[in-house]
T-cell receptor, first 112, second 113 residues
């Protein structure tokens, strides 16, 4: 079954405590990205990756890091989380040649 | 860059009525326009998409129309049912999985029995 898997699904953390949200896809997709979703703002892209070792900033990259050491994995790293990073995060993947984007189930992150 | 505006932000209809959500985009090069449905607490799910070589596409009770000249596209849901209640997002991009989707802000649709 085609899947994009994110972990954790729910997390409450404190300001400044580094955390990583993992993302893995089993479809051999080249393209992966991270979005955050906030009320009234839709989905905004944080970072994306076109292939292994190729990453670039999206629209709202401040405060986030990513890496793409393997094709299937694209973790999102918050080095020093702040309350304004409280949000719902989605990982997504797609094939180089197709339009359909597959979303993970989402990760609810609260920073207090 | 591309910018997508979506209206209305909320829409309330009676069961059986039709619902229409409209989006405009700014980049005339965009040629791929998907619509996503997001139920509360769940991931966005693709419900229909259209490419710029087509003016209209229909899938059962859902249809999407595209006006390239005016740079707007619309989602039409007929015979609405309570299970259609969700947030709907339009998006625009260049075709091809590498190209970034730009999303509208979303429309919260409520269908009342």
């Amino acid at each position: 079954e085609a899947q994009v898997t994110q972990n954790p699904r729910y997390l409450i953390t404190v300001t400044g405590k580094k955390l990583t949200v993992t993302c893995s896809q089993n479809m051999n997709h080249e393209y992966m990205s991270w979005y955050r979703q906030d009320p009234g703002l839709g989905l905004r892209q944080i970072y994306y990756s076109m292939n292994v070792e190729v990453t670039d900033k999206g629209d709202v990259p401040e405060g986030y890091k990513v890496s793409r050491k393997e094709k299937r994995n694209f973790p999102l790293i918050l080095e020093s989380p702040s309350p304004n990073q409280t949000s719902l995060y989605f990982c997504a993947s797609s094939s180089r040649v197709a339009d359909t984007i597959y979303f993970g189930e989402g990760s609810w992150l609260t920073v207090v | 860059g591309e910018n997508v505006e979506q209206h209305p932000s909320t829409l309330s209809v009676q069961e059986g009525d039709s619902a229409v959500i409209k989006c405009t985009y700014s980049d005339s090069a965009s040629n791929y326009f998907p619509w996503y449905k997001q139920e509360l607490g769940k991931r966005p799910q693709l419900i229909i998409d259209i490419r710029s070589n087509v003016g209209e596409k229909k899938d059962q009770r859902i249809a999407v129309t595209l006006n390239k000249t005016a740079k707007h596209f619309s989602l039409h849901i007929t015979e609405t049912q309570p299970e259609d209640s969700a947030v709907y997002f339009c998006a625009a991009s260049l075709s091809g999985g590498y190209n970034k989707l730009i999303f509208g802000a979303g429309t919260r649709l409520a269908v009342h029995p």
